[in-house]
């Protein structure tokens, strides 16, 4: 009787390099072996099934694979480490694209990634503990609601230009007893239904963002790292929840480069011959940090008055925004040093530094 099953080719003792383009419901899946394709599939989403595929269409292989970060977080990547494949995680902004292949599709996605991560050319980013996601849950939903609330706020207020109660040049903060003002204006019955429904909404934002609060405020009291950032110049209760849910013990990081790169506050680079230029930041990393860094360095330059001299240093050469970013780097590697000191952050004075 003849043997009909496909027998499948045999990796064993190679490397194996498997870009993964994730989707909600799907996985895209290439893998290269000695720079070519070898075999390319699409899945559902199980994070299980593909590490069991993988070792099974390559065994005997070390199999590397690569996917980009998202929605999906972290539980594949896990899942994968779990199963003895060397995974990263990388940046979608570090993904290569050629100029004559811009367009999208899961399976172009998938072979990059693949050809990348052969070629060494992808970095993966660092990849928090659950313990550590569970922390951020609080801070960044907190942010999140904020962010809804000022939606809210602004849905108010296109209203309330469309009937002329608000004049093109007023810049009032929306409070509630703007809007009582408003209402109070325009006594039309459809108005005054849409726009208090959206105060219900308002109100109820804030009540979910005062019990967020409650609860930071509790995992503030347990941290031992808040001192630390409590300590340096414009930080203040919330940011301070978000720099340590975020960095952690910030001499975790082995240098400042390390640490720069995470925070998101690399600045790009175009190096050509003997000049070496350096541009905007290249805006991978950790998007929650670098907003919030750079809306400390904005109050801590009124804080320190090393800082604000370095500020106007650069600002002279180079403009305010890309001061106010340097800022932001050298005000996190001196956050760094202290966490490596473990010591508070310390002011110099103006006169000590050259």
Request: net charge positive.
């Amino acid at each position: 009787m003849t043997n009909t099953a496909q027998t499948l080719p045999s990796y064993a003792g190679e490397s194996v390099y498997v870009g993964i383009d994730v989707h909600k419901h799907t996985y895209s899946v290439v893998a290269r072996v000695n720079h070519t394709e070898v075999k390319r599939w699409t899945m559902t989403a199980e994070p299980k099934k593909l590490g069991e595929q993988l070792h099974k269409f390559f065994a005997g292989a070390t199999i590397y694979s690569a996917y980009e970060a998202g929605f999906s977080g972290f539980g594949l990547h896990r899942e994968l480490v779990r199963q003895g494949i060397h995974n990263r995680v990388v940046h979608a902004a570090a993904i290569e694209v050629a100029a004559n292949h811009r367009v999208k599709t899961d399976r172009r996605d998938a072979h990059k990634l693949s050809e990348q991560l052969e070629a060494g050319r992808l970095r993966g980013i660092r990849i928090p503990s659950e313990a550590e996601e569970q922390r951020r849950l609080l801070s960044r939903t907190r942010a999140q609601l904020v962010r809804q609330r000022t939606q809210v706020q602004n849905q108010i207020r296109m209203k309330a230009h469309q009937f002329g109660l608000i004049a093109a040049g007023d810049r009032r903060q929306m409070t509630h007893s703007f809007v009582a003002e408003l209402l109070a204006a325009c006594p039309a019955d459809a108005f005054q239904q849409v726009v208090k429904a959206h105060q219900a909404i308002w109100h109820a934002l804030e009540h979910e963002i005062a019990h967020l609060e409650d609860q930071l405020k509790t995992q503030a009291a347990q941290d031992p790292y808040e001192a630390t950032y409590r300590s340096a110049p414009g930080v203040g209760f919330i940011s301070a929840r978000i720099l340590s849910n975020e960095l952690g013990d910030c001499s975790q990081f082995a240098n400042e480069r390390q640490l720069f790169s995470y925070t998101g506050l690399t600045p790009s680079e175009d190096s050509t011959g003997e000049h070496v230029r350096r541009g905007p930041i290249t805006k991978q990393g950790n998007t929650h940090l670098r907003s919030i860094l750079i809306e400390i360095a904005w109050r801590a330059i009124g804080d320190d008055p090393t800082l604000r001299a370095f500020y106007e240093r650069i600002k002279q050469r180079q403009g305010s925004k890309r001061a106010i970013v340097a800022v932001a780097r050298k005000l996190v590697g001196r956050i760094r040093a202290a966490f490596r000191h473990q010591e508070l952050y310390r002011i110099e004075p103006l006169e000590s530094v050259a």
